[in-house]
């Protein structure tokens, strides 16, 4: 059994009230929750969220009730893994045991079908405690990536002995988008952190994985949403 997730949370510093905000005709959410509702895959749907508005929303939608999130997971620095935890174990009650717990940020809205079923395929034939999606990263912190040092001049961030001159002689390095989490349950319910257990990257590419943490960003996203709708990638509302 399945569990599909989406956190929103009310408040945000960055776009307010962006978890609800309007962004081509939906509720910035609801380009997540459509597409938890539209694959067959996923059982039950959850929304853990301490906003009302969003709350009754997401059970007008049909998702669980699991009611309004703690206070204590409902401050910006409440950490992902245990808002994770709580929504799992909240559901469960309900549903019985689950075989994955796969997590959607709302905040991603670029993200396509093919990457939640390539997140769900992976965790199916590699059976790791975690599928985590990821970009590969513009910038490299061995290579191209800077610090200052204690008397103010840059230095590499990373640096390695025999020195990288060019891109493809540095480490690769990823960046953690928000598209697709997959998590074994026994592994959520028990870790303390994301990063414990045996945890793979499904990569993605660099152009949906951006997501809304700044004004800048929701008017990227919105062009980019509207160039998938308007190719025909995206169905419009």
Request: with cysteine.
């Amino acid at each position: 059994m399945i569990i599909g997730h989406i956190g929103a949370r009310a408040g945000s510093k960055g776009v307010p009230n962006k978890n609800f905000r309007m962004l081509h005709g939906k509720h910035l959410i609801d380009w997540s929750l459509d597409q938890l509702f539209a694959n067959d895959r996923v059982d039950h749907v959850v929304v853990s969220t301490d906003s009302v508005p969003i709350y009754e929303h997401a059970l007008n939608r049909g998702c669980i009730d699991i009611g309004l999130r703690p206070a204590e997971l409902a401050t910006d620095t409440a950490a992902k893994w245990h808002v994770w935890q709580h929504a799992l174990t909240e559901v469960e009650k309900k549903t019985g045991p689950a075989s994955a717990f796969l997590d959607l940020d709302c905040t991603s809205p670029l993200r396509l079908p093919e990457d939640i079923d390539a997140g769900l395929d992976l965790f199916a034939k590699e059976a790791p405690d975690m599928v985590m999606s990821c970009c590969e990263s513009r910038k490299n912190p061995y290579f191209n990536m800077l610090e200052t040092d204690a008397a103010g001049g840059l230095q590499v961030s990373k640096p390695l002995p025999h020195g990288v001159v060019a891109r493809q002689q540095a480490p690769k390095v990823y960046d953690h988008v928000g598209l697709v989490y997959v998590v074994k349950p026994e592994y959520l319910h028990c870790a303390q952190s994301l990063f414990e257990g045996h945890v793979i990257p499904l990569i993605v590419p660099n152009e949906r994985g951006l997501d809304v943490d700044s004004p800048f960003d929701w008017d990227v996203i919105e062009y980019l949403l509207g160039k998938q709708i308007s190719d025909g990638v995206r169905d419009p509302v």
